[in-house]
């Protein structure tokens, strides 16, 4: 942070939680696209997803 001329001052609440290293944790995280595969008994993920990005979709 020094280095790329950030004030310390400003991201006190970060360093503090970070003096002491990283806490062990998980956690779990189910997709939108997974929890509708399962609500509707989809079994293809591809199916299920808003806004699929297939070949030729976008023009670069």
Known sequence: MKEMGIPL???????DSRRFGGVP?????????????????ISNIRDVIPFPR?????EF
């Open 9 to 15: 001052e400003d991201y006190w609440w970060y360093l």
């Open 25 to 41: 944790y998980s956690g779990f995280g189910l997709g939108f696209e997974r929890l509708l595969m399962f609500l509707t008994g």
């Open 54 to 58: 297939t070949p030729k979709n976008i």
